[in-house]
T-cell receptor, first 115, second 115 residues
Framework: AQKVTQAQTEISVVEKEDVTLDCVYE???????LFWYKQPPSGELVFLIRRNSFDEQNEISGRYSWNFQKSTSSFNFTITASQVVDSAVYFC????????????FGQGTRLTINP | DAGVIQSPRHEVTEMGQEVTLRCKPI?????LFWYRQTMMRGLELLIYFNNNVPIDDSGMPEDRFSAKMPNASFSTLKIQPSEPRDSAVYFC?????????????FGPGTRLTVT
């Protein structure tokens, strides 16, 4: 069965620190997609990134970076020089099936950035 | 461009009443999803449609829940009769096959409280 585990329930850091959010997934599919979503206090879910199983290149977008390692079934998310506006719940998700339309979400990590 | 639109944003109803949640997907998107978010169970996919046709409703909790998509720009999720355990935030999301496929864009959610 498809499963996503975000072992860190809550993380609290001081502004400007770097922080890494862990995501471990389980799947039997050879083709799959991984996602990160952000849910700020306002409640909406914001798409951050999509990565397919054939592309293990790390990706950087500003202060955000993602590390995908198939060998350890992990797709970790790092925020560099964190800011108070980064405070949110972050969800990792796995797209199962050939169409990857059916997403299985992790339980989320609540990140608090303190000034 | 307008994002996914959901109405109402908040709904308070009494146990036993019928509740109808509404969603307008992003124009041109051919997939539509209904999710439920609770503290206990996290984010769960309830049902999804492709080209207005229900593809997978295995996440629908029971017969009290039903969803329809009469056309490409409108979907409803109905609960009849409602129960206190249905209290949750219900999200609608849409995505586009081909191109930037698999990226689901979420609406702001409907917070449902059943008393």
């Amino acid at each position: 069965a498809q499963k996503v585990t975000q072992a860190q329930t809550e993380i609290s850091v001081v502004e400007k620190e770097d922080v890494t959010l862990d995501c471990v997934y389980e799947t039997r599919d050879t083709t799959y997609y991984l996602f990160w979503y952000k849910q700020p206090p306002s409640g909406e879910l914001v798409f951050l990134i999509r990565r397919n199983s054939f592309d293990e290149q790390n990706e950087i977008s500003g202060r955000y970076s993602w590390n995908f390692q198939k060998s350890t079934s992990s797709f970790n998310f790092t925020i560099t020089a964190s800011q108070v506006v980064d405070s949110a719940v972050y969800f990792c998700a796995l797209g199962e099936g050939g169409g990857a339309q059916k997403l299985v979400f992790g339980q989320g990590t609540r990140l608090t950035i303190n000034p | 461009d307008a994002g996914v639109i959901q109405s109402p944003r908040h709904e308070v109803t009494e146990m036993g009443q019928e509740v109808t949640l509404r969603c307008k997907p992003i124009s041109g998107h051919d997939y539509l999803f209904w999710y439920r978010q609770t503290m206990m169970r996290g984010l769960e996919l309830l049902i999804y449609f492709n080209n207005n046709v229900p593809i997978d409703d295995s996440g629908m909790p029971e017969d009290r829940f039903s969803a329809k998509m009469p056309n490409a720009s409108f979907s409803t999720l109905k609960i009849q009769p409602s129960e206190p355990r249905d209290s949750a935030v219900y999200f609608c999301a849409s995505s586009l096959s081909g191109g930037r496929t698999y990226e689901q864009y979420f609406g702001p959610g409907t917070r449902l409280t059943v008393t």
